[in-house]
Each structure stands twice: as C-alpha cells, then as structure tokens.
C-alpha cells in the first residue's frame, strides 16, 4: 500500500533527484548547498519510506536501483512542475542576491568578460561574488554536472544531453607584433608570415601547432615556433621585445595591445574563427537567479566582443 503523502517530506525527492544526476553524495551535496551528511541522512529516511536503497554503491558512485530507474522520470517531471509553480509565484529582485558565482573561464575570456560583468553586477546585485576558476575543456561536462561551476565559457565542445549551451560570439584570430616590426604595416605576405619565428600559447607542452592542420589543408608550410609559454600576456611581451610573431584571439589582443606597445594584423590566411558558447547544467534552466545571471554573463561577453571586433 502507498504511503500517504503527509508522512512524506518531498524535499526527499530532490536529494533523491540530486543524486541521480550527479552520481553521488558529494556533487549532490554541492548542487544542494547542504553538507554530505544532510544529504545522506535525507536519503536514508527516502529509503526507510518507500522500502527500496534507491542507490547502490559501486566504486565511486552512487548507480540507482529499479526501482528508481522506474519512478525517476515521473520523480522529475513533478519537481519541475513544482519549481514552475515557485518560479511563478516570485518576484526576483537580483538586488536581494547574497551568493558567490563560480564560472569556469580561461584567462582570455576572463579579460574580455570579468570587467563588464563588475561593473554590472555592481549596479544590480552587490551582494553577489564572482569566482573565476579554471576548468580544463575535456573535464568541462563534469565540473558542471558536480556542481563545482555554475557556469562555463568556452569554445563550441561536445556535450551531453544534460548539457545546455548558447552560442555568444565567433572570434576571429589576428597577428600580434612589436611596433616598428618590419611587417607593422599594410597587409602581411603569407611568405613573409611563414618565414618569422612565432610564439604559440599552450598549456600542454606536447600539443602540436594547433593551426597545422589548416595550414597544411591549403598546402602552406610549418610555423617555426620560437616560445611555447602559457599566456597570452606573456607572449605578447615576447613579442614586444622581439621580431617574433604571435597568433591569437582578436578581441583579446586588442586589449593588450592598449597596454603594451604591440600591434595587430589580420591574418594572411583564412582560418574559421573560433565559436565562443555559454554551458550550464540542465538542473539551472528553471531557476531564476541562473536564468538572470546567464542573460547578464552572455550581455557582457557579447558587448565586450562586439566593441573590440568594431575597432
């Protein structure tokens, strides 16, 4: 015989629905904002309700039972009609926010998109605290579904169905160069491109030139790279103090150029630009600070890359 609903506290099914997506205790907990052993005791009550473990553990995650695998869908489908219902009743105000943002930013987005968002935030929620974190591209999907990001930005990835993403902005690659360079002017030969020495930011020391492929599909020759470092600030003084050349994000170097006495240049040879997206977990659609603070983050980011691209 079924339970009746007043013996039920259906915040259970939210634990239940956390650990289901996020394959254990921890991301649940993170996703949550509860302690691990908040989380663990609201799951054992679920389980002495409704008479099933729910989950089983299997290294280090949490594989849900039949008996969950049955009901889950249905267990979603009624949480989101209730959040629909909360999100309908309240009126959100983002100048009552108390909360930190954490968004997963790799420093040439966190140039382009950091200062327009504070200065926005500032204005309209105060009390909400930025935290920009690293996350590497392949570990991406996980860093959201765990809850360690509430946001990413980066280039167009294949992600999960519990992924969403919108696209912001495609961006363009330029050549960065000394002022005075001897290619400073006018429009670079694509000889005279190939015969500088380059400078080619990566933070994998073993990655090959990741421009090679397009040069070699139009039949062109290898750059002779002279530095492999791991920012673009740093390569940009290189370059500063050097004959050598460097490939990279327009919108960024457009910043750096107002600050170091460098230059940019188009590109002597055709490259698809780069597809800059905004991901967040599918648990974030219906919730109404995340729904205002993407509008916010993809504003910012488009302006930024948009003021910098009309140069």
């Known amino acids: 015989m079924a339970l009746p609903l007043s013996r039920i506290d259906l915040n259970l099914f939210r634990v239940m629905d956390a650990v289901f997506v996020h394959g254990g205790i921890s991301g649940a907990a993170r996703h949550l904002h509860l302690s691990q052993p908040a989380v663990s005791h609201a799951l054992a009550r679920l389980r002495e309700a409704l008479g099933d473990p729910l989950f089983v553990r299997q290294g280090n995650r949490m594989l849900p039972t039949e008996l969950t695998r049955r009901v889950m869908a249905d267990v979603q489908a009624h949480l989101r009609g209730l959040q629909s219902v909360l999100e309908q009743a309240e009126v ?25 968002l504070i200065r926005f935030l500032g204005d309209a929620a105060p009390g909400v605290v930025l935290s920009s974190q690293r996350v590497a591209r392949e570990s991406m999907e996980r860093a959201l579904s765990a809850g360690e990001v509430d946001l990413a930005l980066e280039r167009q990835l294949r992600v999960g169905p519990r992924i969403r993403g919108e696209k912001l902005a495609n961006e363009a690659l330029t050549v960065v160069m000394r002022e005075g360079h001897p290619l400073a002017q006018g429009v670079i030969d694509v000889s005279d491109y190939f015969q500088c020495k380059h400078v080619l930011v990566s933070n994998q020391p073993d990655l090959q030139d990741p421009l090679q492929a397009a040069w070699t599909h139009q039949g062109l020759g290898e750059r002779q790279i002279l530095l492999r470092c791991q920012h673009y600030f740093a390569a940009c003084q290189v370059v500063a103090q050097s004959d050598a050349l460097l490939t990279m994000p327009h919108t960024y170097a457009e910043q750096l150029a107002s600050v170091l006495p460098v230059v940019c240049r188009d590109l002597p040879v055709p490259v698809a630009p780069l597809s800059i997206w905004m991901y967040w977990h599918a648990d974030r659609d219906g919730d109404p600070a995340h729904q205002w603070l993407r509008r916010l983050v993809g504003q910012g980011a488009r302006k930024a890359m948009h003021e910098m691209n009309d140069l």
């Open 92 to 116: 959100f105000d983002p100048g009552t926010l108390e909360m930190t943002v954490r968004i997963g930013l790799r420093d040439v987005l966190e140039a382009i998109t950091l200062p327009p």
